[in-house]
């Protein structure tokens, strides 16, 4: 690598003229934000659409078509985008300045609130909206739809950089149709469907509680009831895919199956957030942090959801089968059963500070349903109303949306998913303990060149195993095998096979010779 700055990684002319069309294209809707009322709205959008989508497409066949197949990650540290400089910074603040706007301040994108019409920005989406759901856009239908084409457009562009590589080929095409399909045309379609007498809520069939955090408010599960058999199959499917689809797809799979192939927020930092994916902190500190944070949520989103359920459940056993005394035993008896079979089976697989965090947890929780028992005090200290609002707020708002994408440029692509995101934090945790999925290493091949560790967007440092030859079982690897895919040694694979011997903390680097490992290990 050289010091000095290679010219070779300056944009050359073709992707200067692909970086204007797109930013031209930009800067219609930037004007459209600004409330610049177009003529001929459809044409518009469509232009201003089109050109940012032909602007990363014609950027990605300059960047790879001439090139030999393979992975070029070359100069990244070179340019200001990809290496916290100046356009990083730009970025990061323009997309959180759209993100706090679009959450907290809609109407400056033109929402019109009490039955006004729409202006500016979401006027300019209203004949999208009307030709797909029937009616006039929401700040939701804008973000939904630039949202898809991100990820549409970025992942034309990285499957190009990795099309030598099937299981990147695979799991992008996955990604790309999961958003397109379930996430954004099937629910547009499905509010079309909306009546008096059938009213489903607008629902992202692929998101599953507690990502969905909001899934079984009242307000939810009375639409579902009342639209029919579909409602009433499609809450079923909510409460199967967290209690039996989830668990039986992560045992077999680990949570790649969810995090890398499916969700909507990993396909964005898949594919959008490419290439800020070496930017994440790799430190042990950072890790410290992530554990606590994250499992700090889950514990949150559980007793949030605890106490908005319980608060529009009956107490008349002989009116209703859930009550609110049963449904608050249900949990109990959840949460005891994971913490008592993981302290009994799965004790010596967790560090010190994990240990301690699941009992001070599990003491907490107990306390406040002993005090909500015993003294009739709100259960959880605070009424559900507040608790749901601050979830929504510091969680659903600022945490996924502000932070967790905004920053893609300065903290990397996966800071949602890393620190924040609950579903991960589950799905990790089963992946951890009860699951056929690890990353194998051959030791005896690693060159210690840190590829797989700087290109690792979660920050665990993978070369560590590699070294030592030892199985990755990390609960935070989302399985998107670019470690493996950069390694240029071939040291890192991705297998899903018997939980014995899955973790395998000490054996240590000895080549590949099993004669020998053996012989130490017996030592
Ligand atoms: S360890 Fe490898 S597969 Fe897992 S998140 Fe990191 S790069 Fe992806
Ligand atoms: S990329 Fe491969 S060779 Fe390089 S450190 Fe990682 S495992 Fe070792």
């Keep these: 690598m050289s010091l000095t700055k290679p010219e070779a990684f300056d944009l050359s002319t073709k992707q200067r003229i692909s970086t204007a069309i797109g930013v031209i294209g930009l800067i219609i809707l930037i004007l459209a934000a600004f409330n610049v009322n177009f003529p001929y709205k459809p044409a518009v959008l469509s232009i201003s659409l089109l050109m940012i989508t032909v602007g990363i497409i014609l950027f990605t066949h300059d960047l790879y078509l001439g090139k030999h197949e393979g992975i070029k990650n070359d100069g990244v540290m070179f340019k200001s985008i990809s290496s916290r400089g100046l356009w990083a910074w730009i970025s990061g603040i323009a997309l959180t300045g759209f993100y706090i706007v679009l959450y907290f301040e809609a109407e400056w994108l033109g929402l019109g609130v009490e039955d006004a019409k729409n202006t500016g920005l979401v006027a300019l989406f209203d004949p999208l909206s009307n030709l797909l759901n029937g009616g006039p856009a929401s700040q939701w239908f804008v973000y939904g739809t630039l949202y898809t084409i991100a990820i549409l457009a970025?992942?034309?562009?990285?499957?190009?950089?990795?099309?030598?590589?099937?299981?990147?080929?695979?799991?992008?095409?996955?990604?790309?149709?999961?958003?397109?399909?379930?996430?954004?045309?099937?629910?547009?379609?499905m509010s079309r469907l909306n009546s008096d007498s059938f009213n489903l809520p607008y629902y992202d069939l692929k998101n599953i509680w507690p990502l969905n955090y909001y899934n079984f408010e009242q307000y939810r599960v009375d639409a579902f009831i009342s639209s029919g058999d579909i409602g009433l199959a499609l809450l079923i499917f909510g409460v199967a895919s967290i209690f039996v689809i989830t668990p039986i797809l992560t045992y077999k799979y680990g949570k790649r199956w969810y995090c890398s192939w499916v969700c909507g927020c990993g396909g964005l930092a898949e594919t959008a957030g490419d290439s800020f994916r070496h930017l994440s902190d790799k430190r042990q500190f950072a890790w410290n942090i992530e554990r606590w944070v994250v499992h700090s949520v889950v514990v949150f989103v559980v007793l949030m959801t605890t106490a908005v359920v319980h608060s529009y459940l009956g107490e008349d056993a002989s009116k209703y089968w859930l009550t609110k005394s049963t449904f608050l035993i249900l949990v109990a008896a959840l949460l005891t059963a994971v913490f008592a079979w993981t302290m009994i089976f799965k004790k010596e697989q967790l560090a010190k500070d994990a240990k301690y965090g699941a009992v001070g947890y599990f003491v907490i929780i107990a306390v406040l349903f002993v005090m909500h028992f015993a003294n009739g005090t709100d259960l959880f200290l605070f009424k559900a109303e507040p608790l749901r609002k601050s979830y929504g707020f510091l969680i659903g708002a600022i945490f996924s949306g502000v932070i967790g994408t905004g920053f893609y440029p300065i903290f990397g692509n996966r800071v949602w998913c890393r620190f924040g995101c609950p579903m991960a934090a589950i799905l990790g945790f089963q992946q951890r303990l009860l699951s056929k999925f690890r990353i194998t290493t051959n030791g005896g091949q690693c060159i210690s060149c840190g590829n797989c560790s700087t290109y690792c967007e979660m920050g665990i440092d993978v070369r560590a195993y590699a070294q030592k030859g030892e199985n990755i079982v990390r609960s935070s690897c989302v399985g998107?095998?670019?470690?493996?895919?950069?390694?240029?040694?071939?040291?890192?694979?991705?297998?899903?096979?018997?939980?014995?011997?899955?973790?395998?903390s000490n054996e240590i680097l000895l080549g590949n010779d099993v004669d020998l490992m053996t012989l130490v290990n017996q030592k």
């Design 154 to 189: 970025f992942g034309y562009k990285f499957l190009w950089k990795y099309r030598h590589n099937r299981y990147q080929r695979l799991r992008t095409f996955s990604v790309m149709f999961f958003q397109l399909g379930f996430a954004f045309l099937i629910p547009e379609f």
């Design 480 to 504: 998107c095998g670019i470690c493996s895919a950069v390694c240029p040694r071939g040291v890192l694979k991705l297998e899903n096979d018997s939980m014995n011997g899955r973790i395998d």
